[in-house]
């Protein structure tokens, strides 16, 4: 039977001594070892290396290994080609979201990917009859007041509470002062939480408070799923069920491994095997990577570059969310022919300053001015359902104010000659006229400034990057790259004050700067072109970890989180919750060929002194039996189930059901007489 741990761990830990092999998780772990004041510290890395003078006993105690079959090989090159399928790009974004559809019919078709992008299609019909590229990435759980809205995307109701700017919350935030500043937030709002029976039975509870981030995302994707779904039959009425189907999804450059985790989970539960019976596989690229691939493509056929080898270009892909930055240089060309192939410079960099960063600017500006209690009513909704729950909610009458700010924000050129009238505020709002602050007749006046300043910080940074990757290139100039133009992409692109800025540096550095063609579609357009390797090498794929990975381990007691069981007191009287887990991959976790996911996690063991002579020396090595050596048990745990118990004795090793977590003990020998690795 097949073991649940991938093959390739060494067979020894000490010279001469063959043993069974300490199985590593998915991204396998090195050992990094050092005592210091009688403690050992372990630190999991790569691969197991032997860190210890002498070898440790043989593994004992085996539980049966898993019956599920192991990860399957898969390729790293690219999707295997077959006579027809399709792909479907998507690009999830925090203000918006587009699809584009590709039908490849056949083999001949596919070598020919220059000709083929041209068959790219982006879904443009969105519910309340609206026709875009793209569709906000919003959704409601309220109640809808209007017959037949669907509470997402376009088609959400005027007064309804809605959620935005969620995929800016799948990001772990380190910062705990912020963490700290969110709970007490969150405990002030729910003194307005009362759920009365009148709510249950109206279906109007607040489902948001019960749903984390990925939750969320994953709900709207569903509905992203479905609209899609619906695209595809349009092309024929049985292609979901009969045709492969293959996924690109884009992610900012600067992405953390659980932001990635979560919006793959998101996108396999909701593109699955229900819609698309022959869905195959996921593949991953970066925003900008797959606007560069786009926009390049799109200035190359209407001829508005003429490039030459080892001319560099920048594409800036400036979103709602992030603004995110591609640098590439042209490796070869041939006008004749009209082949181009790309080589990128350096990683893609990016930063969360786009135009969602305005929008809260926007929104403190307006607290200032209105004062407390015209903000309180501008924020006011049924006291019985007044909480965000953590997330960003828009509440009515926020909603309608941002709305009548979207086209001063989209015309403004940094002049203000296009500012036209002011913002009128809603009913009952800003009554009384004051001159100073810019209120009157019921309406709020911005001026230029006002409006500069707002765009201060995200323009600023982008400008950053953008130096940024010039000097990416500058580090390469041995090699006689040139820095020949700067694309500006992405919604936030469509700024005439942003682009005007952006000109302005680049004319004190002789660089020409464009805007890129179809700027809102050329992500999800671009993700497709890069999946068929038109310039640069196909995307691998992606897998899914079948199991979770993780190892028994100890923590100090919190009452809180460890009631349910007793605390062990050590020699220094710490209280201990014993018996915990601490999964390091988690089961539904994307793996991508030759990227290992590296952990850390520091192991406190208390050991007596080292034998010393009298000039406070060590005597050399221990024998087996001396007190500063001693014995340490790790045990390591494959887990199959869906939610993975924190207690070790939660695990179903095979006693009273089919086992569905496999455990593995060695033990370490630890000497404290010896030096520090």
Same mark, same amino acid.
């Given at each position: 039977?097949?073991?649940?741990?991938?093959?390739?761990?060494?067979?020894?830990?000490?010279?001469?001594?063959?043993?069974?092999?300490?199985?590593?998780?998915? *991204?396998?772990?090195?050992?990094?070892?050092?005592?210091?004041?009688?403690?050992?510290?372990?630190? #999991?890395?790569?691969?197991?290396?032997?860190?210890?003078?002498?070898?440790? #006993?043989?593994?004992?105690?085996?539980?049966?290994?898993?019956?599920?079959?192991?990860?399957?090989? $898969?390729?790293?090159?690219?999707?295997?080609?077959?006579?027809?399928?399709?792909?479907?790009?998507?690009?999830?974004?925090?203000?918006?979201?587009?699809?584009?559809?590709?039908?490849?019919?056949?083999?001949?078709?596919?070598?020919?990917?220059?000709?083929?992008?041209?068959?790219?299609?982006?879904?443009?019909?969105?519910?309340?009859?609206?026709?875009?590229?793209?569709?906000?990435?919003?959704?409601?759980?309220?109640?809808?007041?209007?017959?037949?809205?669907?509470?997402?995307?376009?088609?959400?109701?005027?007064?309804?509470?809605?959620?935005?700017?969620?995929?800016?919350?799948?990001?772990?935030?380190?910062?705990?002062?912020?963490?700290?500043?969110?709970?007490?937030?969150?405990?002030?709002?729910? *003194?307005?939480?009362?759920?009365?029976?009148?709510?249950?039975?109206?279906?109007?509870?607040?489902?948001?408070?019960?749903?984390?981030?990925?939750?969320?995302?994953?709900?709207?994707?569903?509905?992203?799923?479905?609209?899609?779904?619906?695209?595809?039959?349009?092309?024929?009425?049985?292609?979901?069920?009969?045709? #492969?189907?293959?996924?690109? $999804?884009?992610?900012?450059?600067?992405?953390?491994?659980?932001?990635?985790?979560?919006?793959?989970?998101?996108?396999?539960?909701?593109?699955?095997?229900?819609?698309?019976?022959?869905?195959?596989?996921?593949?991953?690229?970066?925003?900008?990577?797959?606007?560069?691939?786009?926009?390049?493509?799109?200035?190359?056929?209407?001829?508005?570059?003429?490039?030459?080898?080892?001319?560099?270009?920048?594409?800036?892909?400036?979103?709602?969310?992030?603004?995110?930055?591609?640098?590439?240089?042209?490796?070869?060309?041939?006008?004749?022919?009209?082949?181009?192939?790309?080589?990128?410079?350096?990683?893609?960099?990016?930063?969360?300053?786009?135009?969602?960063?305005?929008?809260?600017?926007?929104?403190?500006?307006?607290?200032?001015?209105?004062?407390?209690?015209?903000?309180?009513?501008?924020?006011?909704?049924?006291?019985?359902?007044?909480?965000?729950?953590?997330?960003?909610?828009?509440?009515?009458?926020?909603?309608?104010?941002?709305?009548?700010?979207?086209?001063?924000?989209?015309?403004?050129?940094?002049?203000?000659?296009?500012?036209?009238?002011?913002?009128?505020?809603?009913?009952?709002?800003?009554?009384?006229?004051?001159?100073?602050?810019?209120?009157?007749?019921?309406?709020?006046?911005?001026?230029?400034?006002?409006?500069?300043?707002?765009?201060?910080?995200?323009?600023?940074?982008?400008?950053?990057?953008?130096?940024?990757?010039?000097?990416?290139?500058?580090?390469?100039?041995?090699?006689?790259?040139?820095?020949?133009?700067?694309?500006?992409?992405?919604?936030?692109?469509?700024?005439?004050?942003?682009?005007?800025?952006?000109?302005?540096?680049?004319?004190?550095?002789?660089?020409?700067?464009?805007?890129?063609?179809?700027?809102?579609?050329?992500?999800?357009?671009?993700?497709?072109?890069?999946?068929?390797?038109?310039?640069?090498?196909?995307?691998?794929?992606?897998?899914?970890?079948?199991?979770?990975?993780?190892?028994?381990?100890?923590?100090?007691?919190?009452?809180?989180?460890?009631?349910?069981?007793?605390?062990?007191?050590?020699?220094?009287?710490?209280?201990?919750?014993?018996?915990?887990?601490?999964?390091?991959?988690?089961?539904?976790?994307?793996?991508?060929?030759?990227?290992?996911?590296?952990?850390?996690?520091?192991?406190?063991?208390?050991?007596?002194?080292?034998?010393?002579?009298?000039?406070?020396?060590?005597?050399?090595?221990?024998?087996?039996?001396?007190?500063?050596?001693?014995?340490?048990?790790?045990?390591?745990?494959?887990?199959?189930?869906?939610?993975?118990?924190?207690?070790?004795?939660?695990?179903?090793?095979?006693?009273?059901?089919?086992?569905?977590?496999?455990?593995?003990?060695?033990?370490?020998?630890?000497?404290?007489?010896? #030096?520090?690795?």
């Amino acid at each position: 039977m097949d073991s649940p741990f991938p093959p390739g761990s060494p067979t020894s830990f000490g010279p001469g001594r063959n043993m069974t092999p300490i199985p590593p998780i998915p *991204r396998a772990m090195n050992h990094r070892s050092s005592i210091s004041s009688g403690s050992y510290i372990d630190t #999991p890395q790569r691969r197991p290396s032997p860190p210890f003078g002498r070898p440790s #006993p043989p593994l004992r105690r085996p539980s049966p290994p898993l019956p599920s079959p192991p990860l399957p090989s $898969v390729p790293q090159a690219a999707i295997p080609e077959e006579e027809a399928r399709m792909v479907i790009a998507v690009d999830y974004g925090t203000t918006f979201t587009g699809v584009a559809i590709l039908s490849i019919k056949d083999r001949e078709q596919e070598r020919n990917p220059d000709l083929l992008a041209e068959e790219i299609r982006v879904i443009q019909q969105w519910p309340r009859n609206t026709t875009a590229n793209k569709v906000p990435s919003d959704i409601s759980y309220s109640p809808s007041l209007v017959r037949g809205c669907q509470q997402w995307g376009y088609d959400i109701d005027d007064h309804s509470r809605v959620i935005k700017w969620t995929k800016l919350a799948l990001e772990e935030t380190q910062d705990r002062t912020t963490e700290l500043k969110k709970l007490a937030s969150l405990l002030w709002e729910m *003194r307005h939480v009362e759920l009365t029976e009148e709510m249950y039975i109206n279906n109007n509870m607040p489902r948001h408070l019960s749903k984390t981030p990925e939750d969320i995302v994953t709900d709207y994707l569903d509905k992203i799923a479905e609209k899609a779904y619906d695209e595809i039959c349009t092309i024929g009425r049985n292609i979901p069920q009969r045709i #492969p189907i293959d996924m690109v $999804v884009t992610h900012p450059a600067k992405w953390s491994d659980r932001a990635l985790n979560s919006t793959f989970r998101a996108i396999r539960s909701t593109f699955n095997e229900d819609r698309f019976a022959r869905i195959r596989h996921v593949s991953f690229v970066t925003e900008p990577e797959a606007c560069a691939h786009y926009t390049l493509r799109d200035a190359w056929q209407q001829d508005h570059v003429r490039f030459k080898k080892n001319d560099a270009f920048i594409v800036v892909d400036a979103g709602g969310g992030t603004v995110d930055l591609a640098t590439y240089k042209i490796s070869s060309i041939d006008y004749d022919t009209k082949q181009i192939k790309l080589e990128q410079i350096g990683k893609p960099i990016g930063r969360k300053c786009g135009a969602t960063f305005i929008d809260e600017s926007f929104l403190e500006f307006v607290k200032a001015r209105l004062g407390k209690e015209d903000w309180d009513k501008l924020n006011h909704t049924d006291s019985k359902d007044n909480t965000t729950g953590g997330h960003n909610i828009v509440r009515p009458g926020v909603r309608v104010l941002q709305e009548r700010f979207e086209p001063i924000k989209h015309s403004f050129d940094g002049r203000g000659e296009a500012l036209g009238h002011p913002i009128q505020l809603p009913r009952g709002i800003g009554t009384t006229d004051d001159e100073s602050r810019g209120i009157m007749n019921g309406a709020l006046r911005i001026q230029p400034e006002d409006l500069r300043e707002m765009f201060k910080s995200s323009v600023h940074q982008t400008l950053k990057l953008i130096t940024q990757a010039k000097t990416q290139i500058d580090v390469k100039s041995q090699s006689r790259i040139t820095l020949k133009k700067i694309f500006l992409s992405g919604g936030f692109a469509q700024s005439p004050y942003l682009l005007e800025r952006v000109r302005q540096w680049g004319s004190t550095q002789s660089i020409d700067v464009e805007r890129g063609g179809d700027c809102w579609a050329a992500v999800s357009r671009g993700a497709i072109i890069k999946s068929l390797g038109l310039y640069t090498d196909k995307l691998p794929i992606v897998r899914e970890c079948p199991r979770h990975y993780g190892f028994r381990t100890k923590s100090q007691y919190e009452g809180w989180r460890h009631n349910h069981n007793s605390p062990q007191k050590d020699l220094e009287g710490t209280r201990w919750a014993t018996g915990q887990i601490r999964w390091l991959v988690k089961k539904g976790d994307a793996i991508f060929p030759n990227k290992p996911i590296v952990m850390h996690y520091d192991c406190h063991w208390l050991l007596p002194a080292p034998r010393s002579n009298q000039n406070g020396r060590a005597t050399g090595a221990p024998a087996p039996d001396d007190p500063s050596v001693g014995q340490k048990e790790v045990v390591f745990i494959a887990s199959a189930e869906d939610d993975a118990p924190l207690r070790f004795d939660g695990l179903n090793t095979g006693e009273s059901a089919p086992p569905s977590s496999t455990v593995l003990w060695t033990e370490l020998t630890l000497d404290s007489s010896q #030096p520090a690795h």
